[in-house]
């Protein structure tokens, strides 16, 4: 028996990545790890699935980092199907129960009470759940979430099982427009606007249904617009400031389409992309300190605050952004295994902290790029910034080199300081990871100014001579200048 | 008149930068702009030959970003075919010798003895000169240079003609190994492995000789050694450590190959491209400050040191780098810019300084990419500096995301500090420009350890989870502490 047990709560990339790190820290004589998914998958991307139900990436299984085989050859004592129901904090234990047997089967097993597991360190990773309206209709056949793998494969045998029924209209027929299969996405974030790829990729007519006024609010409104444009221009339909009322369904029972205030979309299947929230019902029961949003608070080693041996990270977590000085949640699988790295490593008996984001996102819609980092003008203005916002347009290689394809950069400046407070990318191929240029001056609170004189790779197949990141620094400056 | 003249002295990125940023800060009744260019070229992308050349870009005048024409209507006086042939620096003035009646025709015209002009300011922007080996046979035709637009367009019009005769051998036929026209291109540097690309991207058969143990002396040994694998696969005969002694001729004085020590290699047509040297005989004649590569050395403003209205930019200056804290020549388009940028800011009463560079440069062969920024392993020990240096392989966007390309990352960090020192890339599609973060990280001083925690874009698409460049900085990281 080893002199320590590691629960971790959540076997996706923040506890299997915490799993993962402790024990190439510490031998299971020292430290036993046993770590509890309610679900049938550990450590898959989520990230993936939009381009999985798009056909660009072949198998559900290569979404899936590790098995819960290889987990367990790794000495990681994965229980799959196996849900926690309840935290004991002062008695150091959580309660477990075993969903259909705990094997992954569908066999209908019942539930029981549950057992105790005692725990000498506690890893929450308990993730996100997508945000779910309480509409009309919601529940229907044919309304698909995107965020678990189960969600893609119901979606993706839907789909299949629809293409081939006879009469069903023809995908990839672009020419046959009433013969075209309709997908109606609600919600144009990030997740909307990647589903909006897939169903192109997939012959779909497909509309997307936002209650903003323009798709991407993570951007503000003036690039969001170009947003709007381009998905226009794909021939997506694009309706915004929409508020889905209901999901119309047919005398099965089936969805059929989508009603706002306004219209009616008929669909043939519609996919929900309204985001989630952390999924911290357990730790709300246990008294846990949670944030604005919902996501549980640790300090800087991701301990759970006032706890000494409860730890989170990952989907179910908020963490502080470095350019608001305000914890926020941000759902993203980068940080997720940063998280789980870290508290590995702490619950290893090495030492790692995490200093927080600073807004950091990319996305695209079929080849145009999107991307943001930092804050947004009603961002700043939010936590008491002034500031001067420029934009600028250029290109992603060279004007005269093939294959140059335009940008459009937004960048906002504090005022008196000088310091760069966020920057915006629209534009295709090659245009979205210029905004990591950004993120490092933002981790490291350099000026715009300062960010003119930035030695970036130059070469005419990688960049205009000034980059367009350079060139909305000397636009930003001379504003700040004139300000 | 105006009240003060302004003399460039060079028409390319840094001189008419500095022109055309001085004129917008003064009107022509404050300023007078005078500038002097010996070549018939003004503001043109020396760096975009190569794919000229390659046939990706179609027309010389896609490589001029503005010309002499559009400079005059800006207000700047620019007088082509005209050679400054001295600088008086104690009377403020330089001595003008217009060649060919300074028009840009090949008149034959005779030079006369010039004519002084004086200065209020004066702006060195002379360029560099291609390395030129005093080689038995280094004249002869069908030797060519790449390094001005007479250059690139000398070397394209040989080519067509040579192409165009009967029985020549014919390009872009690669299954007729003997009938296919060769090229042998002299060095493997930047301009060598570019050139190497044109003539693949013409159907040459391409060999490249170079001294070097690897290609890519700019970096590291074992990373040139992918580039020299990469070459090969590519089909690129790619010949190390082999000094060439002798251009070889044939009966009518024509290059017919090149001769090494141990080797003859036949060509059709031979390029040169072994780097550049500062140009400035003119200021050493003057006795300005020269550097260790012979380049101008100016303070943080671009005023040539110990001068008060003289400055220097661009190919002839001396650049200080910030990680080895030495000055060294960085022969870019896009320093050359900021530098004019910068000059003309000043001279134009407005404030402005270049801090230096941190040695970043991308480049590429066909499909794979090179970047480096920072310092080599031997450049770090020639300062004094100890390091860790490791070698990481990832991929350019998630694994499972179609077009996804290896690429492999060499991180060098400062022991005790832990401080990066240097990042050096070389991978396919997508990989190159990551050298950006590392260009940042290195401006502003920030550990590996720190950038392991940095928010850096995430989608599929785009990167992996960990992208590689922090998939490198946990390795260094990890590296420092075994240190």
């Not at 993203?332 to 807004?359: C, E, M, R, W």
């Not at 001056?441 to 003119?452: F, K, N, R, S």
Request: net charge negative.
């Amino acid at each position: 028996m080893a002199a320590e047990r590691m629960v971790v709560i959540g076997g996706d990339a923040a506890g299997m990545s915490a799993a993962s790190r402790a024990r190439r820290l510490r031998g299971p004589e020292e430290l036993e790890i046993v770590a509890f998914e309610r679900g049938r998958f550990s450590s898959f991307s989520a990230c993936g699935i939009p381009y999985w139900v798009g056909g660009e990436v072949g198998a559900r299984d290569d979404l899936i980092a590790r098995s819960p085989e290889e987990h367990r050859e790794r000495g990681i004592d994965l229980r799959m199907r196996t849900e926690v129901t309840e935290l004991d904090v002062a008695g150091g234990r959580v309660r477990v129960v075993e969903r259909d047997g705990g094997t992954g089967q569908s066999a209908g097993g019942r539930d029981d009470g549950g057992r105790w597991v005692g725990y000498d360190h506690l890893v929450l990773a308990t993730g996100a759940r997508p945000v779910r309206p309480p509409l009309p209709g919601i529940d229907a056949e044919g309304v698909h979430g995107v965020q678990t793998l189960d969600d893609g494969e119901a979606l993706i045998t839907a789909l299949e099982s629809a293409e081939d029924r006879p009469g069903a209209g023809a995908p990839g027929e672009p020419g046959k427009r009433e013969g075209r299969r309709r997908a109606v996405v609600v919600g144009a974030g990030y997740i909307g606007v990647e589903m909006a790829e897939a169903f192109v990729n997939r012959g779909y007519q497909v509309t997307v249904v936002d209650k903003g006024e323009q798709p991407m609010s993570t951007l503000d409104a003036d690039m969001g617009e170009l947003v709007y444009e381009a998905m226009c221009e794909m021939g997506i339909e694009t309706v915004r400031g929409a508020t889905v009322t209901e999901i119309l369904t047919d005398e099965h029972g089936r969805a059929r389409g989508v009603a706002t205030e306004d219209a009616e979309y008929p669909a043939d299947v519609v996919v929900l992309g309204l985001g989630v929230r952390p999924e911290t019902e357990l730790a709300r029961a246990a008294g846990l300190p949670l944030g604005e949003s919902g996501g549980l608070l640790t300090d800087l080693a991701m301990r759970v605050r006032g706890q000494e041996n409860i730890w989170a990270g990952g989907d179910c977590a908020e963490v502080l952004n470095l350019v608001s000085g305000r914890t926020q949640h941000v759902p993203l699988g980068t940080h997720a295994n940063k998280h789980g790295q870290i508290i590995g490593s702490n619950i290893g008996g090495d030492y790692a902290t995490f200093p927080g984001v600073v807004g950091t996102a990319v996305s695209k819609v079929c080849d145009l790029e999107i991307a943001r980092t930092g804050l947004l003008e009603r961002q700043a203005t939010a936590v008491g910034l002034r500031f001067v916002s420029v934009v600028i347009e250029s290109t992603t290689r060279a004007g005269y080199y093939p294959g140059t394809k335009p940008m459009r950069v937004k960048m906002i400046a504090e005022r008196r300081s000088g310091r760069l407070l966020g920057l915006q990318i629209v534009g295709r191929e090659n245009a979205g990871k210029r905004v990591d240029i950004a993120a490092v001056a933002l981790h490291t609170g350099l000026t715009v100014e300062q960010m003119t004189a930035l030695d970036l790779g130059y070469a005419p197949p990688f960049s205009p001579v000034w980059d367009p990141v350079l060139v909305a620094a000397r636009k930003a400056s001379a504003a700040l200048r004139a300000a």
